[in-house]
């Protein structure tokens, strides 16, 4: 069973910048997808950004902004989140999927003032 962790959550003022990791226990296969998850209270959770077969996703509203990185050799994914506002603020989630799910347990990115 692969267990995802991610860190690197906290608070950071607009415009500032986070890093979120993600690692897994065990190795990830390429084929799987990876991605981050996003959940502000009272939305649904809406995929932020994913990686499968070379190719990286972003969300419209954060293209040009934040920057997904993946090491299969470390079965590691990143990202990078630079000029943050507001509206970032949320639970963030590690996911890999392929013929399994995996999600990490979730860090809080809180963009304040």
């Known amino acids: 069973q692969v267990q995802l962790v991610e860190s690197g959550g906290g608070l950071v003022q607009p415009g500032g910048s986070l890093t979120l990791s993600c690692a897994a226990s065990?190795?990830?296969?390429?084929?799987?997808?990876m991605g981050w998850y996003r959940q502000a209270p009272g939305n649904q959770r809406e995929l932020v950004t994913r990686?499968?077969?070379?190719?990286?996703w972003y969300l419209d509203s954060v293209k040009g902004r934040f920057t997904m990185t993946r090491d299969n050799a470390k079965n590691t994914v990143s990202l990078q989140m630079n000029s943050l506002k507001p509206e970032d603020t949320a639970v963030y989630y590690c996911?890999?999927?392929?013929?399994?799910?995996?999600w990490g347990q979730g860090t809080q990115v809180t963009v304040s003032s």
């Open positions: 065990g190795s990830i296969s390429s084929k799987y997808v």
């Open positions: 996911y890999a999927g392929f013929d399994h799910e995996y």
């Open positions: 990686v499968a077969g070379g190719s990286t």
